[in-house]
C-alpha cells in the first residue's frame, strides 16, 4: 500500500506565495511521474502540472510562469511552488504519483487533499 501526503495549504493574499508539498510512502520500488491537480467548489478536477521522473514538466495554461512543480526523487517527494496567486486559484489541491510496487502493475495513487484560499 502507499500513501501520499500533502501539506502546506492555507489562507494567503492574493500577489502571496505557498509551497506545497507531497510524501509518497509505503510499499514504493520507484515513481513514474507524479503531479498536481486542483478542485475547486462546484467544478470538476483539473490538472494543474505534471513531472516525470528525469525532471519534464507539464503545466496548466492557467497557471504557467506562475507555478513551479519539482520532485525530490529521494525522498519520493513533489512540491508546487505557487507564486502570484490569485483567487480563481483558490480550491482543493490534490497530489498524484504513478507507482511502481514489488509484485505490483503500475498504479496511479492520489493524496487526501490540501486546501489553498486566496484572499482578495
Known amino acids: 500500500q502507499v500513501r501520499l501526503v500533502e501539506s502546506g495549504g492555507g489562507l494567503v493574499q492574493g500577489g502571496g506565495s505557498l509551497t506545497l508539498s507531497c510524501a509518497a510512502s509505503?510499499?514504493?520500488?520507484?515513481?513514474?511521474?507524479m503531479g498536481w491537480s486542483r478542485q475547486a467548489p462546484g467544478l470538476q478536477r483539473e490538472l494543474v502540472a505534471q513531472?516525470?521522473?528525469?525532471?519534464?514538466?507539464n503545466y496548466a495554461d492557467s497557471v504557467k510562469g506562475r507555478f513551479t512543480i519539482s520532485r525530490d526523487n529521494a525522498k519520493n517527494t513533489v512540491y508546487l511552488q505557487m507564486n502570484s496567486l490569485k483567487p480563481e486559484d483558490t480550491a482543493d489541491y490534490y497530489c498524484?504519483?504513478?507507482?511502481?510496487?514489488?509484485?505490483?502493475?503500475?498504479?496511479?495513487?492520489w493524496g487526501q487533499g490540501t486546501q489553498v484560499t486566496v484572499s482578495s
Open positions: 509505503g510499499s514504493i520500488f520507484s515513481i513514474n511521474a
Open positions: 513531472i516525470t521522473r528525469d525532471g519534464r514538466t
Open positions: 498524484n504519483a504513478l507507482v511502481y510496487s514489488v509484485g505490483s502493475p503500475l498504479k496511479n495513487y
